[in-house]
């Protein structure tokens, strides 16, 4: 869009360097060419600027192929006006004098054309292919058969237009045909992953097989070294066994012969005890026969009052008072009309027991 200013009552334009303006003053050229600037007056003057850079248009419409199958084509004819004098005068470019604007819209007008033109020839080839070869090459055919149908139109010539390139983007069928058209190749593709992931668990089933075969080597060596083993405790246990066994022997047969030592020792030794014992106690009933009957009486109360308990009191009944001083009358009497030595001896004899006896309860009343 040309750049216009106001200055009392005149106009400036400025024009793009890719703008071509024709600058008409009352039924003459007065101005014509690219990138212009110039005063002029609005009220006396016709404008029209032409694009020159190169446009790209997109294209997009639907179509139908030799099987009846609906398809979309997306493309892009890139084109230039060539002949701006030609397009001015063929479509209405122009401007208002006081903005710069079109009055029109002459760019729409050549996207229509080359819309319809490039539908035109897609059409026709579509039409003649299946859908399949329209996927796999309609894309070629198609853009070689656009550029060759707009580069023959006659019309885009006398317009001043030039196609400069034609792109075809892409040929797409309806979703469900495309889902449908994607099906075997999924599965094709599924399968080669089901065959990897099969094969991934062959080799996997393989490696578990050949580490478990190893792990069962490993026990099966284990268990022979186990064997290896318990034999050799057993060797070594036996030979203990026996070595316990020689040296028990060895040390019952020394515990025997020490045993019988001992006996014999022992066996000698009551020998010569009950030996010395038989001749002390000959030589005791020895000195005892010798001995006059008296002294054996007075050994046998000594022996008989050591071995007697201890009496701590004695009491004499009447009764026995008087029978002992009977029988003391009595041994006085014999001792007076019999010898003399004998009835002293006898009489000392018997004061001797009776005062011992009373000295003992004397000294046990004493005690008690």
Do not use: C
């Not at 005791?284 to 009957?293: A, C, I, M, S």
Request: aromatic letters at 2%; hydrophobic letters at 40%; charged letters at 25%.
């Amino acid at each position: 869009m040309a750049d216009i200013t106001a200055r009392l009552g005149w106009r400036h334009l400025r024009a793009a360097p890719t703008a071509h303006v024709r600058h008409h003053r009352r039924g003459g050229l007065a101005h014509d060419g690219t990138g212009l600037s110039f005063w002029f007056r609005a009220l006396t003057a016709a404008l029209s600027e032409v694009p020159v850079d190169d446009r790209e248009l997109a294209v997009s419409f639907h179509a139908r192929t030799a099987d009846f199958q609906d398809v979309s084509v997306q493309a892009t004819v890139t084109y230039r006006i060539s002949d701006p004098s030609t397009a001015a005068a063929r479509l209405d470019f122009s401007i208002d004098p006081d903005t710069g604007a079109w009055r029109a819209a002459p760019l729409e007008q050549i996207a229509t054309l080359l819309t319809e033109t490039a539908q035109q020839h897609a059409l026709d080839v579509l039409a003649r292919t299946p859908l399949a070869s329209a996927l796999a090459d309609g894309v070629a055919a198609v853009r070689a058969r656009i550029t060759e149908g707009l580069a023959a139109e006659p019309r885009l010539p006398a317009t001043g237009i030039e196609v400069v390139a034609v792109r075809v983007v892409a040929i797409r069928p309806e979703p469900e045909v495309e889902r449908a058209l994607r099906t075997p190749a999924r599965e094709q593709i599924q399968q080669e992953a089901d065959r990897a992931t099969y094969e991934r668990r062959a080799v996997a089933v393989e490696r578990e097989r050949a580490i478990a075969e190893n792990e069962l080597d490993s026990r099966i060596e284990l268990a022979r070294r186990e064997e290896q083993l318990v034999e050799q405790n057993g060797t070594n246990a036996r030979r203990q066994a026996e070595e316990s066994a020689a040296a028990d022997a060895v040390r019952a047969d020394a515990e025997a012969k020490r045993t019988v030592r001992l006996a014999r020792a022992e066996a000698e030794a009551a020998k010569e005890v009950g030996e010395a014992r038989a001749g002390a106690q000959a030589a005791w009933l020895r000195v005892h026969g010798e001995v006059d009957p008296a002294t054996l009486h007075a050994l046998t109360a000594t022996r008989l009052a050591e071995n007697l308990p201890r009496i701590d009191s004695v009491t004499l009944s009447p009764d026995v008072l008087t029978g002992l001083l009977a029988r003391l009358g009595g041994r006085e009497a014999d001792g007076q009309g019999g010898p003399a030595p004998q009835g002293r001896a006898g009489g000392e004899g018997t004061q001797s027991r009776a005062g011992g006896a009373g000295r003992t309860g004397g000294q046990g009343g004493g005690r008690s």
